[in-house]
C-alpha cells in the first residue's frame, strides 16, 4: 500500500484519537483508553512532536500513528535518558499491509538522526523482534511493575547505547496515570 509517512500535526489530533481508540478498543490484550495516553503525552515533558508520526492513505486519511517519547533509566548512580515506544496503531482495516512496519522503522531512523540511542517497549515479543529489539534484562534493565520479561524489551540505536546501563524505568506521568 501506498503511503506517506509524516510528523504529527495539532490539527491531526482528533483524527490520531479516534484512530487509537479504534485499533485499541475492541483488542482483547490491550488498554481501551491507550487514546487518553497519547493525549497526555502530548500535554507533557516526556512528548517529542518530531517522534510523533501519522501514516496517510492516498486520500490523505489518517490510518497509522507512532509515537516515541522521553524515559529514563535509573540505579542508584545514574539516570540515563531513553525512549518508550507507545502506542503504535493502525486502523484496523489497514492492518498486516506493512504500515506499521514502515512507522517504526520511521520513527527509529528518525529517533537516531535526532540523537536518541535507545528505545524501550513492552509489547509483543515476535512482533518487536523483527525491528531488533531484545529482552531488556540482557542489559539488566527492568520495568518498575510486573511483566513477562520477554515482553519488556530494548533496542540500542547506536551500537553500545546501552553497554554502561542498567536499572529501572521510569516511565513520564502520563504512562502512570489511570
Known sequence: MDITIRQETPADYR???????????????????????????????????????????SGGHIIGHILLSRIT???????????????????????????????MHTALHRATELGHSSVIVLGHPEYYAKFGFEPADRWDISAPFDVPEESFMALELTEHALLEVQGIVQYSRPFLEE
Open 73 to 103: 533509566i535509573e540505579d542508584d548512580r545514574a539516570a540515563v535518558e531513553s525512549l518508550a515506544l507507545a502506542p503504535v496503531s493502525v486502523a484496523p482495516e489497514h492492518q498486516n499491509q506493512g504500515i506499521g512496519t514502515q512507522l
Open 15 to 57: 483524527a490520531t484519537e479516534t484512530l487509537v481508540k479504534r485499533t485499541f478498543g475492541d483488542e482483547t490484550y490491550s488498554d481501551p483508553t491507550e487514546h487518553v495516553l497519547v493525549q497526555n503525552l502530548r500535554d507533557s515533558d516526556a512528548f517529542i512532536p518530531e517522534l510523533s508520526l501519522v501514516a496517510l492513505d
